[in-house]
Nanobody, 117 residues
Framework: VQLQASGGGLVQPGGSLRLSCAAS????????MGWYRQAPGRQRELVAR???????KYADAVKGRFTISEDDTGNMSFLQMNSLRQEDTAVYYC????????????WGQGTQVTVSS
């Protein structure tokens, strides 16, 4: 499975961005897709996750502001980020977990999100 993330950029506090993640390869093996982020000096953390049944999970810090979704094929995931704050500044990574839990999750390249006035 290969993942290609896009959509990062510079935005002012209170603004919005939409991240996209395109999956290719053995996409039928994907159980869930997610978004993680890593700020300088901090560990990578889960932002949002959506599984094949459409169940969603969010980090407390983004609940009510971020929305994860996927297209009808399940090959693309999106992270709509509204009411962005400076503390949302990080490199965002998309992630795919397979049905076979013995296989480590796949990661896309990061996309930088900077929230600054």
């Amino acid at each position: 499975v290969q993942l290609q993330a896009s959509g990062g950029g510079l935005v002012q506090p209170g603004g919005s961005l939409r991240l996209s993640c395109a999956a290719s390869g053995d996409v039928y093996e994907i159980d869930a897709m997610g978004w993680y982020r890593q700020a300088p000096g901090r560990q990578r953390e889960l932002v949002a996750r959506i599984d094949h049944a459409g169940r969603k999970k969010y980090a407390d810090a983004v609940k009510g502001r971020f929305t994860i979704s996927e297209d009808d094929t399940g090959n693309m995931s999106f992270l709509q980020m509204n009411s962005l704050r400076q503390e949302d500044t990080a490199v965002y990574y998309c992630n795919a977990e397979l049905f076979d839990s013995r296989v480590a999750p796949f990661w896309g390249q990061g996309t930088q999100v900077t929230v600054s006035s």
